[in-house]
């Protein structure tokens, strides 16, 4: 390398290094000084002295000033019906854990990493502050003598990060005043559980789960003194990008462990020879993360859940936890995460359709155009949604197959044909007959009262028919277009409209007779609960995601209570129930599972669209397949 980059960076290190070192030097002479001061001048003047210094440079505090360590929040867990763990809940990966429950080597790897004489000194190691001293002259580094008091001082911003010597003064003053009002095992189980280790990882706990995998009671030795590396500088010393830098560091720390008396020179062998090895970030497949997502989603904005805040900041605290940088937040009346949340998800209904999705809908490895596809469904006598599956993962990386949104609640599509039985509905409710018959032929023109379809045309052609003429019964599970858009006209876009929120629909649908035909645009979530309540001869249950909260101490906060409402005639309901039950007779033979069950296929223009959407009595599924982000048409898909 050219001598000039040398001395170039040479004279940055210096650069760099000049406030810090100096602060060190100041710190250095003050130390020596402050002994001579006593030795020579006596107690009483050199105090004077002190006190006349300390009056010009260091702030006044007092224990007020200091306030109270916050408590960490706990994690808010999430669970399935059937007691599986689904995700952990937090802004951040925080496990807060006792300090008896940290193995003594993992207490150990930390002290002799950061603070060997933390059991020793008063806040402020004037021993380090002199080897630091004497280090940083001869090696031209800026090794820092930081105890793990004054590291708790700055991370809690009682004082600020700017390299001042006014700065360190205030910091050493503070970390001498919070020895006082806090024990050692205080102070170090704090500081354990809150130092950042980097990838959103706060306290060990936490980041022994991120980098390896495991609880902090399993932690091997050079695990612990691996994850230790970090507090010095999270993203230089991140083991899973700089695995090298890591081992050198980790392995000093190991070497120190044993002059400090922590463990045997045979430990530390054993343990410098094993490889740093952290396993790659998020490798543990979620398997329900639109369930995740829904279930924040619902809890932050439905007043529903007022138990936990009025208002969606207060209920993100209760979830969450207090965020990292808030001291004020703590202080504050309310819960602050450790809750259990207890979802009404199935997971073995639900794993078998993340099966079923990838099996048929597999996500192409080059990034590929594809179709995919979601799974909805409710149990039919509570209203509890069992299965919330999704072909596509929740995230931002596209070219990997995720999607930022979830396609069983937010996937806005057009229903096709399997939107009739609402308008089957409405016009039963109106008058008419499913006796009654139809002219089938095809193509068909009609003149509209009001638009025929979202375009603004009066007139309508349509195509979809079988000839001559056909009892509306027969039309529906053949899903024969053209009796149902003269069904449409017969009842009227507002009747349909009203009849499909009733049932259970939450979009806003377009006043036009296409509607009749699937015109507007819904989601699978909300086929599955219209047609459970088809299933319950009208009688209407609100689909819910969220069955009980209770605190970890076993308090219950919120459990769900089974409401229905009766919003259809069960006669009707049953009349287009037991057309639905020929479906296998017509548009979906394939649907023939051997047992009761009843349904309705739908398809958009070009195929862009399939859905099939049915019920046994226990439950009700509906079932979209598409491309996620573009009207895309399907060819030669099959499932």
């Not at 375009?455 to 056909?470: K, Y």
């Amino acid at each position: 390398m050219d001598n000039s980059i040398h001395l170039a960076e040479r004279q940055e290190r210096i650069r760099r290094g000049f406030p810090a070192f100096l602060i060190l030097l100041i710190l250095g002479i003050l130390t020596a000084t402050w002994v001579g001061l006593f030795s020579f001048m006596g107690t009483n003047k050199a105090s004077n002295v002190f006190e006349s210094f300390e009056e010009r440079n260091v702030p006044a505090i007092s224990p007020d000033d200091i306030g109270i360590l916050p408590n960490l929040s706990e994690l808010s867990t999430l669970y399935s019906a059937d007691g599986e763990r689904l995700a952990e809940l937090s802004l951040r990966l925080s496990d807060p854990t006792p300090l008896e429950d940290f193995p003594d080597h993992v207490v150990q790897a930390v002290l002799s990493a950061e603070d060997g004489d933390f059991y020793e000194h008063r806040g402020v190691d004037t021993q380090a502050v002199v080897r630091a001293f004497l280090e940083n002259l001869k090696n031209d580094s800026t090794q820092g003598a930081s105890t793990i008091t004054q590291q708790i001082v700055r991370a809690q911003g009682y004082v600020g990060r700017e390299v001042t010597f006014q700065r360190k003064i205030a910091e050493i003053k503070y970390a001498t005043e919070m020895e006082k009002i806090y024990t050692k095992d205080q102070l170090l189980e704090f500081y354990l559980n809150s130092q950042y280790f980097g990838w959103n990882s706060y306290g060990m706990a936490a980041a022994g789960r991120e980098y390896f995998g495991k609880d902090v009671s399993d932690l091997t030795i050079e695990e612990a003194a691996a994850i230790a590396v970090a507090l010095r500088n999270p993203t230089e010393f991140d083991m899973r990008r700089n695995p090298d830098l890591v081992k050198d560091r980790r392995d000093i720390v190991i070497r120190l462990m044993v002059s400090d008396g922590f463990i045997t020179k045979e430990e530390a062998d054993a343990a410098i020879a094993k490889p740093v090895a952290p396993i790659p970030h998020e490798t543990l497949i979620e398997e329900a993360p639109q369930v995740r997502i829904e279930a924040i989603r619902q809890l932050l904005n439905n007043p529903e859940f007022n138990v936990l805040g009025l208002t969606p900041e207060d209920r993100e605290v209760a979830i969450f936890g207090c965020p990292a940088e808030s001291n004020e937040c703590e202080e504050q009346p309310g819960l602050k995460g450790g809750l259990i949340i207890t979802t009404t998800v199935d997971m073995g209904l639900q794993r078998a359709a993340n099966s079923l999705l990838r099996t048929w809908l597999p996500v192409p490895a080059d990034g590929a155009k594809a179709p995919t596809g979601a799974i909805t469904t409710i149990d039919n006598n509570t209203g509890a949604i069992k299965v919330m599956a999704s072909g596509l993962d929740f995230g931002t990386d596209f070219a990997a197959g995720e999607r930022d949104y979830d396609l069983a609640t937010e996937g806005l599509r057009q229903p096709g044909s399997s939107f009739k039985p609402f308008a089957l509905m409405a016009y039963l409710e109106n008058g008419g007959s499913i006796n009654s018959y139809w002219s089938s032929e095809s193509p068909l023109k009609l003149q509209c009262s009001v638009p025929c379809g979202p375009g603004g045309s009066f007139t309508w052609t349509v195509r979809g028919g079988g000839g001559g003429l056909t009892r509306l019964f027969e039309a529906t599970y053949r899903s024969i277009n053209t009796v149902y858009a003269q069904v449409a006209l017969a009842t009227g876009p507002e009747n349909i409209a009203d009849m499909a929120n009733r049932l259970g629909i939450n979009s806003e649908l377009p006043l036009v007779y296409s509607l009749a035909l699937g015109a507007g645009e819904v989601t699978p979530l909300d086929m599955a609960a219209a047609y459970s309540t088809l299933a319950r001869y009208g009688d209407r249950l609100r689909p819910h995601l969220i069955e009980r909260i209770e605190t970890e101490e076993g308090e219950v906060l919120y459990e769900y209570e089974i409401v229905s409402e009766q919003v259809t005639d069960p006669a009707l309901a049953a009349t287009v129930v037991e057309a639905m039950r020929n479906v296998t007779r017509g548009t979906a033979p394939k649907a023939n599972i051997g047992r009761p069950m009843a349904g309705k296929t739908g398809t958009t223009q070009s195929f862009r669209d399939a859905w099939f959407v049915g019920f046994v009595p226990q439950y009700t599924s509906s079932v979209w397949v598409g491309y996620a982000d573009e009207q895309i048409a399907m060819r030669n898909v099959q499932i």
